[in-house]
Every structure is written in structure tokens, then in C-alpha cells.
T-cell receptor, first 111, second 113 residues
Framework: QKEVEQNSGPLSVPEGAIASLNCTYS??????FFWYRQYSGKSPELIMF????GDKEDGRFTAQLNKASQYVSLLIRDSQPSDSATYLC???????????FGSGTRLSIRP | DAMVIQNPRYQVTQFGKPVTLSCSQT?????MYWYQQKSSQAPKLLFH???????NEADTPDNFQSRRPNTSFCFLDIRSPGLGDAAMYLC????????????FGPGTRLTVT
């Protein structure tokens, strides 16, 4: 059974600080990794994807990948109240045309 | 703008009354997915189409069926909805040759009375 593990939270971070979200996965052959943001009652929105080891930055978001440790993280700099949402980590199944979702981490940015 | 569209956005059906949800996309992606998501849970994959090839998840109940008449459209049929089928149903698409990142429609909220 291929799995993606996330801490469910809630993770509470003060406005302006860095939020750090973590994820581990079991499928060693995975090559593609994703972070989705989901507001309550809305559908998931792709915010970052990463394929290579190291860091990938996009605005206030940085995705980090370590394939040897089977670990993916998402950093959100200068956190804003609008960043309060559930963040879903997802990993491409190495043997099928589908992705496996973690259960999500609920992030709350406090003013 | 290229997008994934789901209709209706809200659907109310009676216990046991068949219902069909629809999804269309203008992204020209060859892979389409149907997910079920219940409150505070991750999206649960029901099935996906790789082009015309249908792939059913092992734990998807027989009550759920799908059709993909062409590249742009995909339908989810629930033959006899039970109270436990009340959920958000999400359609997503991805493209072979990319990293398979998926793009979601807005979802259909299904209520069963």
C-alpha cells in the first residue's frame, strides 16, 4: 500500500512568520511531487510541484525535496491570514497514471 | 481560460434515486479522474481514464460507474445513492508527458435525502 503521511495539525503560525509543512512518502520510485491548497468547501488548487532534489521557489512558497529520505516540505514565507487552509501533499504513483494524496495539514495564520 | 468545469455545483437526490454528475475540460488533457471527498478527509480516487482506458480503484463500490464519451467530457453515475454517498465529488485532469500534475474542477456537492 503506497502511502503519503502528513501531520494533520492544526498548525498555528503568527502572521508574517514562516510556516513549515512536512510530508513523507513510501513509494521510492516516485518522481513527481505536489502541494495543493484547499480552502474549506472548495476544490484543491495546485500551488507547487517539484521533480528534482533540492529547493524550488515560487514567490512566497518554497518546495523542498529529498528523495533519499523520501521527504517533501513546503515553506510559506511572510505568512498571511489568506494562507489559512488545508495543505495536501501528493505524490505521483510510480506504476500508475495517478497521484496519492496525504490526509492534509490544516494551517491557521493568527493575526 | 482553459479550465475544468463541473455541473451541477450542488445536487440533491433522494435515497436510491440515480444521479449523474458531469465534468468537461478545455485543457485537452488525456487523463481524467473522479474523486470523492468527505469532510476533513483527503480526496479518495474512485476511477480514472487514461485516454479511453478505464481504471477502477479496487475499493470503489459497484454503485459508482463512469463514462467518457470523448476527450472533453466525463460522467459519474451513482446508481442507487445511499446516505453514505453524500460528499463532494471532484473531477480532475492531467496530461501524459507532464509530471501528471492534476487540475481540479470546482466540485459537485451531493446531498442525499
Amino acid at each position: 500500500q503506497k502511502e503519503v503521511e502528513q501531520n494533520s495539525g492544526p498548525l498555528s503560525v503568527p502572521e508574517g512568520a514562516i510556516a513549515s509543512l512536512n510530508c513523507t512518502y513510501s513509494d521510492r520510485g516516485s518522481q513527481s511531487f505536489f502541494w495543493y491548497r484547499q480552502y474549506s468547501g472548495k476544490s484543491p488548487e495546485l500551488i507547487m510541484f517539484i521533480y528534482s532534489n533540492g529547493d524550488k521557489e515560487d514567490g512566497r512558497f518554497t518546495a523542498q525535496l529529498n528523495k533519499a529520505s523520501q521527504y517533501v516540505s513546503l515553506l510559506i514565507r511572510d505568512s498571511q491570514p489568506s494562507d489559512s487552509a488545508t495543505y495536501l501533499c501528493a505524490v505521483k504513483d510510480s506504476s500508475a497514471s495517478k497521484i496519492i494524496f496525504g490526509s492534509g495539514t490544516r494551517l491557521s495564520i493568527r493575526p | 481560460d482553459a479550465m475544468v468545469i463541473q455541473n451541477p455545483r450542488y445536487q440533491v437526490t433522494q435515497f436510491g434515486k440515480p444521479v449523474t454528475l458531469s465534468c468537461s475540460q478545455t485543457l485537452n488533457h488525456n487523463v481524467m479522474y473522479w474523486y470523492q471527498q468527505k469532510s476533513s478527509q483527503a480526496p479518495k480516487l474512485l476511477f480514472h481514464y487514461y485516454d479511453k482506458d478505464f481504471n477502477n480503484e479496487a475499493d470503489t463500490p459497484d454503485n459508482f460507474q463512469s463514462r467518457r464519451p470523448n476527450t472533453s467530457f466525463c460522467f459519474l453515475d451513482i446508481r442507487s445513492p445511499g446516505l453514505g454517498d453524500a460528499a463532494m465529488y471532484l473531477c480532475a485532469t492531467s496530461r501524459e508527458g507532464s509530471g501528471y500534475e492534476q487540475y481540479f474542477g470546482p466540485g459537485t456537492r451531493l446531498t442525499v435525502t
